[in-house]
């Protein structure tokens, strides 16, 4: 049964820092996994997806890996800013179910 | 504009009384799922619909039901709501399983 871990729960760093939020997962049969944003109180915005034939995907000061053979993915954020405070999740779909298994999530606070 | 709609946003109700929550996407999506959020078990996907009159059990079913009689709509409905079904509900759908999830903004549920 696949599971997905996020290390560390929360995490506080001044601002204009570079960071790293990781996620493992112990299936690497997957056929994508996507990295989330969520502000408190709303709904999850999709940052980036990436499928299993890829090594990385890029959106801004974003760059989202994956490495499925050792069952990780990180999210980096460049030169952090207030604004990028939110938990984020990453969310594995396994090859043959029909459901995104989600992490527990980190949660980034951004100090000016 | 793009989106997945809830209804309601927020709920308090008693045990027992039957209630409903709309989903709604007008994107044309294929797939949708229902998700509840509780701190420390993160995201579990309650049921899903691959397209019209398919609907399929997730990973914590009990206690609800779904119905897809229409492309765009997938309510979830609680017959009889218990005290541990007070959760935070996410609608999500995507043009077909394993792309870019699209959430609603979430609905708060309380149950006394």
């Known amino acids: 049964k696949q599971e997905v871990t996020q290390i560390p729960a929360a995490l506080s760093v001044p601002e204009g820092e570079n960071l790293v939020l990781n996620c493992s997962f112990t299936?690497?049969?997957?056929?994508?996994l996507q990295w989330f944003r969520q502000d408190p109180g709303k709904g999850l915005t999709s940052l980036l997806l990436?499928?299993?034939?890829?090594r990385e995907q890029t959106s801004g000061r974003l760059n989202a890996s994956l490495d499925k053979s050792s069952g990780r993915s990180t999210l980096y954020i460049a030169a952090s800013q207030p604004g990028d405070s939110a938990t984020y999740l990453c969310?594995?779909?396994?090859?043959?179910?029909?459901?995104?298994?989600f992490g527990t999530g980190t949660r980034l606070k951004v100090l000016a | 504009e793009a989106q997945v709609t809830q209804n309601p946003r927020y709920l308090i109700t008693v045990t027992g009384k039957k209630l409903t929550v709309t989903c709604s996407q007008n994107?044309?999506?294929?797939?949708m799922s229902w998700y509840r959020q509780d701190p420390g078990l993160g995201l579990r996907q309650i049921y899903y619909?691959?397209?019209?009159?398919?609907?399929d059990k997730g990973d914590v079913p009990e206690g609800y039901k779904v119905s897809r009689k229409e492309k765009r709509n997938f309510p979830l409905i609680l017959e009889s709501p218990s005290p541990n079904q007070t959760s935070l509900y996410f609608c999500?759908?995507?043009?077909?399983?394993?792309?870019?999830?699209?959430f609603g903004p979430g609905t708060r549920l309380t149950v006394t």
């Open positions: 619909s691959m397209n019209v009159e398919v609907t």
């Open positions: 994107m044309n999506h294929e797939y």
């Open positions: 990436i499928q299993s034939s890829q």
């Open positions: 299936d690497s049969a997957i056929y994508n």
């Open positions: 999500a759908s995507s043009s077909r399983t394993g792309l870019l999830l699209y």
């Open positions: 969310a594995v779909f396994t090859s043959g179910t029909y459901k995104y298994i």
